[in-house]
């Protein structure tokens, strides 16, 4: 009697990512934290108890409600000018992450464009390009920034394009760096000989096979560029008052570091909590993308 042999097909490459992603625990969870801060950030209008900007003047410094003096009309409390905490954090998560977003997705699409070229084209604009981006390195990023706001001015608008300045050489000396390890290869060289154009062979035979560092060095730089906006803020020249960014929260409310330490600690909280869950799903990400770091 024949004995048929069940033959299972190999998992598709978004399964097998999955499965390679979960593996790490921490990396699960935080892709859910996230989920959850872009959940709130989208909708805070609908989240929020009250208005971030709104003023409920008989109930300035009010405490959080696990604390004695709490009202539960004001669940993390109040600011020393009566505005809701919990509606100017869930309000502050949309700028943070917009922030964030904002500066991978304008970093990434002139790093793509400026290190594909710099390996392609090679020679004097190679070089120009890459000693642009040692020269940008070779500034401290928050100092380089802060001289950027102060040239252009502080708003929220130039912080984005300051950290976008700062954090365009990772970008260009990862793709060009990828770019040349793929220009050896042997499809490189079959396309090349089977006449495809340069601007095609770049963007749809190189880039593609250059995507998994470029997305992990993304989510990751999402953080940094929170962080980096938080300290703008902080300095006061990031997003300006009223504006509820968590950043310029911290700076308004250093004063009350020991008669309400509340009111500091909350949106520093929340910066940490985004930043980390980030990390972690940033780590995951790298270890599911790179063949290398794969489990068995």
Known sequence: MAVETLHLAPPGPLLAFWRSFRENRGAVIGLAIVCGVVFIAIFAN?????????????????????????????ILGTDPLGRDMLSRILYGSRISLFIGSSVMLVTAIF??????????????????VIR????????????????????????????????????????????RASAMSELSKDYVTAARVAGVGQWRLMFSTVLPNCMAPLIVQAALGISDAILEA??????????????????????DSR?????NPWVMALPGIAILITV??????GDGLRDALDPRLRRS
Do not use: C, H
């Open 111 to 128: 790093g793509i464009f400026l290190g594909l070229i710099a390996a392609f084209k090679g020679g004097i604009i190679d070089v120009v």
């Open 46 to 74: 609908f989240l929020a108890p009250y208005d971030p900007l709104e003023q409920f003047r008989d109930a300035t410094k009010l405490p959080p409600i696990w604390v004695e003096g709490g009202d539960w009309k004001y």
């Open 132 to 175: 642009i981006m040692d020269l940008i390195m070779a500034i401290p990023s928050l100092v380089l920034a802060i001289l950027i706001i102060a040239v252009i001015g502080p708003n929220l608008t130039n912080t984005i394009v300051a950290i976008t300045i700062v954090y365009l050489p990772r970008f260009v000396r990862l793709v």
């Open 230 to 251: 938080a300290g703008l803020g902080f300095l006061g020249l990031g997003a300006q008052p009223p504006t509820p960014e968590w950043g310029s929260m911290l700076a």
């Open 276 to 281: 980390l869950s980030i990390n972690l799903m």
């Open 255 to 259: 004063d009350l570091i020991t008669s």
